[in-house]
């Protein structure tokens, strides 16, 4: 069996973060493992309230997991402050995981912010290099290039611009695009691009789909795929997974992680 580990953040309703990514890791037949950076208090409508975990306690459950199951491949996404990604950055150099996949989680589905402003620096500095994948949206990639970003064109020449930070491939996902198309743009450097488009879902239930997706690579690069594959199967999962989704409390539901069945 091949073993996973995600470093996030919990969501008490179980859409997004931590939750998510042990439902993903399970459903792709993957051994799950979590290093919970901050504890949210969050449903479908929103985030009631965010407590951090101390560093000490982060980097104690690094070296608990690193230390005895040793992950194939791991996934970061909400690390919430500038001394969380200092502490993460500092466990990451010392065990040397081989493939990480990084979604930089800033802002919640409900408008809650999950990534301190100061941190953003940090993030750029210290784990993007790290990376063999970064996942941001469209607002996240904004955010790193420090430009907007309106079209598929656009998004490639932010790939490419976030590639030179240090992390060897990029996916833009265009899911928050305009029109009826979600368009995710992988750069796999030089001019090697790779297109996903998919029909826009109609749907509320997109509460944690980019943890679900940066979790479904994060498993099918343990699994021994390599980048272009692991993406082109997560793309199917997560689509799967939104369209075959039961509305679930008030707002913006989850998605389904029964929806491929065991293994992929
Ligand atoms: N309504 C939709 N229909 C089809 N695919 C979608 C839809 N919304 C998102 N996706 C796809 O889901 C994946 C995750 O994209 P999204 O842009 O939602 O990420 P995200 O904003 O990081 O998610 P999150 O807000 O959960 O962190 C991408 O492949 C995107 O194209
Ligand atoms: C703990 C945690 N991690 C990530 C997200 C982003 O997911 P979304 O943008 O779908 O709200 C979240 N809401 N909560």
Same mark, same amino acid.
């Given at each position: ?11 008490? +309703? ?15 037949? @993957? ?14 409508? &929103? ?10 306690? @982060?980097?104690?459950?690094?070296? =608990? ?7 194939? =491949? #791991? /996934? ?14 500092? +466990? ?6 081989? /493939? ?6 800033? #802002? ?8 301190? *402003? ?9 784990? @993007?290099?790290?990376?063999?994948? !970064? ?8 955010? !790193? ?17 976030? =590639? $030179? ?7 833009? $996902? ?14 796999? &450097?030089?001019?090697?691009? #790779? ?20 979790? =479904? !690579? ?10 272009? *594959?692991? #993406? ?33």
């Amino acid at each position: 069996m091949k073993l996973a580990l995600t470093i996030a953040g919990s969501d008490s +309703g179980g859409g997004a973060g931590i939750q998510a990514d042990l439902k993903t890791f399970f459903s792709h037949g @993957v051994y799950g493992m979590s290093v919970i950076t901050s504890v949210t208090a969050q449903n479908t409508l &929103g985030v009631l309230g965010v407590q951090n975990i101390s560093e000490d306690m @982060v980097y104690l459950q690094m070296k =608990a997991v690193f230390e005895d199951l040793f992950p194939d =491949a #791991v /996934k970061i996404g909400m690390v919430s402050t500038k001394e969380i990604t200092e502490v993460i950055s500092k +466990g990451l150099e010392e065990y040397k995981p081989g /493939k990480i996949v990084l979604d930089p989680v800033m #802002v919640s589905k409900s408008a809650h912010r999950l990534l301190e *402003k100061e941190a953003i620096k940090t993030l750029i500095e210290k784990l @993007v290099p790290k990376a063999l994948i !970064i996942t941001p949206n469209r607002e996240e990639a904004e955010v !790193i290039v420090e430009r907007k970003i309106q079209n598929v064109e656009e998004m490639k020449k932010a790939a490419k611009d976030i =590639a $030179k930070l240090g992390c060897r491939t990029v996916l833009i $996902k265009g899911g928050h695009l305009e029109g009826n198309k979600a368009v995710d743009v992988l750069y796999l &450097g030089e001019d090697n691009y #790779v297109f996903f488009e998919e029909e826009k879902i109609n749907t509320k239930n997109t509460h944690g789909t980019g943890c679900t997706f940066s979790a =479904a !690579i994060c498993a099918n690069l343990a699994k021994g795929m390599d980048v272009k *594959k692991a #993406v082109a199967y997560a793309k199917l999962y997560i689509t799967r997974a939104i369209e075959t989704s039961e509305d679930m409390g008030r707002g913006w539901g989850p998605v389904n992680h029964f929806c491929i069945g065991f293994n992929n």
